[in-house]
């Protein structure tokens, strides 16, 4: 151990000194059960913290909304909305690309006087 540098000598024998106390004591039924009231006060407490949010939530946009003014999930319906009209008119915008490719390549759109009949007389 003397080529080791003096904090690994202290860490090495530190843990010498404490894992074996520290396995020993998390064996317990007792460390189990404390484990497993502590995850589930955890569980309730994630779960209070979820109903303050919506809590919360639901008296913010009813302020907003008594100002006149949006709330979150309104813009976040507006954006989703938003979304889907630029999907749909992207997939428009493709679809007249297509047919005017297929008239061109027929020959028929795109010439003067193409199959319109006689001009004006």
Not at 41 to 64: E, F, K, N, P, Y
Not at 97 to 103: H, R
């Given at each position: 151990?003397?080529?080791?540098?003096?904090?690994r000598?202290?860490?090495?024998?530190?843990e010498?000194?404490?894992?074996p106390?520290?396995e020993?004591?998390?064996?317990t039924d007792t460390?189990?059960?404390?484990?497993?009231?502590?995850?589930?006060?955890?569980?309730?407490?994630?779960?209070?913290?979820?109903?303050?949010?919506?809590?919360?939530?639901?008296?913010?946009?009813?302020?907003?909304?008594?100002a006149?003014?949006?709330?979150?999930?309104?813009?976040?319906?507006?954006r989703?909305?938003?979304?889907?009209?630029?999907?749909?008119?992207?997939?428009?915008?493709?679809e007249?690309?297509?047919?005017?490719?297929?008239?061109d390549?027929?020959?028929?759109?795109?010439?003067p006087?193409?199959?319109?009949?006689?001009?004006?007389?």
């Amino acid at each position: 151990m003397p080529g080791q540098p003096l904090w690994r000598q202290v860490y090495d024998r530190a843990e010498r000194e404490v894992a074996p106390r520290l396995e020993a004591a998390v064996r317990t039924d007792t460390f189990a059960a404390a484990l497993a009231a502590t995850m589930k006060l955890r569980a309730g407490l994630d779960r209070r913290r979820a109903d303050l949010t919506r809590q919360l939530s639901a008296v913010s946009a009813l302020g907003l909304h008594l100002a006149n003014l949006p709330a979150a999930d309104d813009i976040a319906r507006l954006r989703a909305e938003i979304r889907g009209l630029d999907r749909r008119m992207r997939d428009l915008v493709r679809e007249l690309d297509q047919s005017a490719g297929e008239e061109d390549s027929d020959g028929h759109a795109g010439k003067p006087g193409g199959d319109a009949g006689p001009g004006p007389g």
